[in-house]
């Protein structure tokens, strides 16, 4: 039986995929010693450690040779742009390196409030939301 949180998840995958396809497409001519790594459905790299739990951004880009972390980006959907998500992920990955955290059109306002109330460190806010006919449309906040 296809529950809800799966479809969810599923379509969490997708734009977590088409984020790192369009915003992260390396290695490539504007970065070919660097490399993204998605961390969703299966994780591949931790950028470190919070208490006892290892971190996992859903996109980290890395430098080769070696794995120099460069940035990392967080994608929500409408429901997880919360007290918890800002606290529990994006404040202590936040610590670790540049972060991008996309959210949903629409809830910039909310997210705004979420970073400065926790105190997380972002490089950038960006929003995103399916076109039917153009695909993804990223937007900087």
Do not use: C
């Not at 979420?114 to 399916?130: A, D, P, Q, Y």
Request: charged share 30%.
């Amino acid at each position: 039986m296809v529950t809800a949180r799966y479809l969810n998840e599923l379509r969490h995958q997708g734009v977590v995929d088409e984020i790192a396809k369009e915003m992260f497409p390396f290695p490539g001519p504007k970065g070919p010693d660097y490399e993204t790594l998605v961390n969703i459905p299966k994780p591949r790299m931790a950028v470190g450690k919070d208490e006892s739990q290892d971190l996992y951004p859903d996109i980290v880009v890395v430098r080769r040779p070696g794995q120099w972390l460069m940035m990392m980006a967080e994608v929500e959907m409408h429901d997880t742009v919360t007290d918890e998500t800002a606290a529990n992920r994006w404040k202590p990955i936040g610590e670790v390196g540049e972060l991008f955290v996309y959210v949903p059109a629409g809830m910039v306002p909310e997210a705004k409030k979420l970073i400065k109330r926790h105190g997380v460190r972002v490089k950038g806010l960006r929003t995103w939301r399916f076109r039917p006919v153009w695909g993804l449309d990223v937007s900087d906040a």
